[in-house]
Each structure stands twice: as structure tokens, then as C-alpha cells.
């Protein structure tokens, strides 16, 4: 018998895989999910014994109707009710939103107020900072003159030298009797043990979101917190691509250029990215924080264009796919330009087909995605893509400067949208993720600049060349297309 086992091993492992691959199968299929998703996942299982397993153990659950996410859901409900009722979070909303701005426009508004009860506010400042040198010089005076409580949530914080320096000003600032406290991703960050110490010995409060045992090995875990939020005194906040590593920053001497946007607030949208904050600090640090006045100051921006602001947060902690949702609405309404910029572009199919009807309608559809990504899957995926949208009549151009991060899209003359989200299965319905939706004009406008300056650096793509790549490439390419929702 042990002999038997000895000498057909290897045969009856691979037995035992593919009866669970085909158990696991019939349960990915009972799911009645997207089909492209479930037949990648069941590519996967039945082309990679073993391996394929450990994939779909690793990204095939769906946690957004876990226990845990379940819970989250309920808990963060109940607080946002309790905190708006309290520090009359709503009080600044306005009847009068579609005959000012109009009824497509009203409708996006419409959609999250529904689906998330996001507050729309008007009297923001809005700065828009290009390029992490910006941002930086901005948040190292703003983090200096903090006087109450900082406020900090990262996917990547990484303790190089522009991290460390972040770290000894949150340091300082602790010390000098501020209140920090630091959420960051597990996966996407990199923080010495000895670093954090020392930021426990000077009183910065720090907790890991989701913690995992092998961070180096698993960047490409699901559920993972992509956002990217500063509040400072609950009066200033800042959201969009730049993490805190000195790659974003081009004022160190990196191996390329990054091209990126952020924006700084003040004003009445600070208040809501002051309560996302405060319900991942619940949920990592099961902290029950005492909510008080100082936390929600009810400031009033100075500038003389105030913006209007509404900010929309998505993740597996709730219902609906708000930014997508969004983005696919905002799209859809459509009558002039759509101007995007995303360092990856593998969209479900309802982005997809947003998108290439629109440029089939007559809208003016540009895209600049990155000339060379960081990620050869995701490139060969993003590619995939590429034909389909220019037969539609969009136009796409490859950013050669550098690499582009910017996650920003403008639709015709009043809406944009700046944030955290890629345009991919992993951004519009796996991670946590956080956008401003901006209705203004003027802002609209200097986003439309930025993008026709980015366009100086990129090259075109002409649909007659692409159509020339070789059927090597063109096989890579569609093999990665295939994994789409797993990258």
C-alpha cells in the first residue's frame, strides 16, 4: 500500500486537485458572477495544478459579502447617521443643484447621495497640485503649523528618505503634543520594525490595515486600502495618487520621471474624508475613539470661487461600486470631451462600453495611459484593450516621459474627477478606493490644460501600426486580458 502511494504520488495529488478543481468550478459558476471574471478564475484552476488553488483561495473569495465586511458596513452606518446628526455634517446641501448645474450632472450627484448618503458641499477650496514635489512642499507646512490631530491613510509609506522625513515631522509633531495617527496598508507599504518603534516611543499611533504574514510576496492580495488621505486639524485634506515614497517625488534623483495629481482641500469636503478616515481607524484599531466638535470644525474656506465637492468612497465594505457607479453615469452623459488619465485601463464591461459608445456618439474621447508600465501584465492587459477603443473612434496616446499615475477624468465643461482609482477590475470593485467628484468649471478647466500639456509628451497610437504588432505580442496580450480580473 505504501509503496503504492510512493511510486503513484505524484498522480494522486494531481487526482486530488482537479476533483477539487472541478468542485471549486461548480461553486465559482453557482455564483452567476461576471463571465469573464469566472472564466478566468476557472482558467486558473484548470491550467496551473495546485497553483491555480492557492490563487483562488488567495483572490477568488468574495469578501464584500464576508462577515467582517458585513459588520463594517452596519457599524459605519450608524456612526456616519450619529455624526452627521451631531455635527450637522448636512447642513450645507442645496435644492437648487440641477437647475444650476443641470440634469445630467444632477444625476451623478443623485447617485451617491443615494447609494452612500455622499454630502455635497460648496464652499471648498480646492488647490490642484501636479507632481509629488508640489504636494509635498504643501503637506511639509501644512503637517508643521498642525495644532490638534493629523491624520494619515496610505496604501504605500515607505521609510526611504523622503518617508523618513515624513515620519520625523509626524515624530515632532507628537511630541509637541498633536494628536497622529497612521493607517497604512500592509501590502503596499515597507516600515522597519526600528522605525516603527520609535514612532510608538514618540506617540505616534500606527496600525497596519489588514495586516498580512508575507507582504513582500503578496502585492497582489485583494480588499487591499488604495486610498490615499491626509486630514490636518479637521480643517485641511489632500487625496489622490501620490504615495509617500520618494519615487513620486521628482525633486529626488529617481530612475524616471512620475507624473502624477493630488488635490488639497479646505473647506466642507474635508469633513468627509475626515469620517472615511475615522472608520478605517475603527475598524484597524478597535479604538473606541471619543467623536468631539475639534474632530469636525466647522470652517470656512477663504477663497473667492468656492468649488463644489463631493467625495465618493468605494470598497468591499459596501453595497454598491460608488466610483464605478459614478464614472459609468458621468460617462453616459456625455456631450462633448471625456479627457482620461490612468496608469492602467483593463475596465469591466460596462466602462468599456461606456466608454466606446461615447466616442462612437460623436463625444471626443481621449485617453493618455502610461508608454511603459510597471507591471508587464497589466501593460500587455491595458494593450488588449487598446484596438477596440480606437475602432470606436477614441483616441489613445502612450505617455513617454516618464511613468503616469494620475487618476483623473474631465467631462465636458464642469465635472472631473480626481482620486485614488485606476481604471481596472481591482480599483472599480475590489479595493478600498476614494475620488472627489468636482463641479466646477474654472477646476474643470485646469484639468483640461494639465492633460493637453501631458499630451507634449506622449505619442499617439495609429490604429493601422498597432494592427502590425506581431502575433507574439498580440497572444501575450490577450492571455493577460484573460487574467484581467486577477491582476
Known sequence: MWAYLKDNLWSILLGINYVLVIIFSILILLKN???????????ALAIFPFLGLLVYYLFGQDYRKSKIFEK????????????RKKFHLDAEEREDFEEEYGEGIAKIY??????????????NDLELLTNGEEKFEKLRADLTNAKNHIHLEYFVLVDDELGAEIINLLCKKAEEGVKVR??????????SSKTKKRMTRCGVDHHPFMPVIFSNSTSKLNYRNHRKIVVIDGEIGYLGGINIEKK???SYDNERFWRDTHVRLVGGA???????????????SNDNLEIQQQLF??????????????????????DWANIMEAIFCAVNMANERIYITSPYFIPNDSILTALTTAARSGVDVRMIIPYESDSWPAQYATDSYIAQCLNSGMRIFRYKKGFVHAKTMLIDDVFSTIGTANLDYRSLSI????????YNAPVNEKLAAVFHNDLKDCEEVDAERWEERGLSRKLQESFSRLLAPLL
Not at 470644525?297 to 459596501?318: E, H, Y
Open 72 to 83: 463594517k458596513y452596519i457599524l459605519d452606518n450608524n456612526s456616519i447617521r450619529q455624526w
Open 248 to 250: 513620486y517625488d521628482n
Open 431 to 438: 479595493n478600498f478606493e476614494v475620488n472627489a467628484l468636482i
Open 33 to 43: 458572477k461576471n463571465p469573464v471574471k469566472t472564466l478566468s478564475y476557472i482558467f
Open 297 to 318: 470644525p466647522k470652517v470656512k474656506s477663504s477663497t473667492n470661487i468656492p468649488v463644489a465637492v463631493q467625495i465618493a468612497a468605494s470598497g468591499p465594505d459596501s
Open 182 to 191: 497612521l493607517i497604512y496598508d500592509d501590502v503596499g507599504s515597507s516600515i
Open 110 to 123: 443623485e447617485l451617491l447621495r443615494n447609494n452612500e448618503r455622499a454630502v455635497l458641499s460648496f464652499d
Open 270 to 284: 474635508v469633513g468627509s474624508l475626515q469620517s472615511l478616515f475615522l472608520l478605517s481607524w475603527g475598524f484597524v
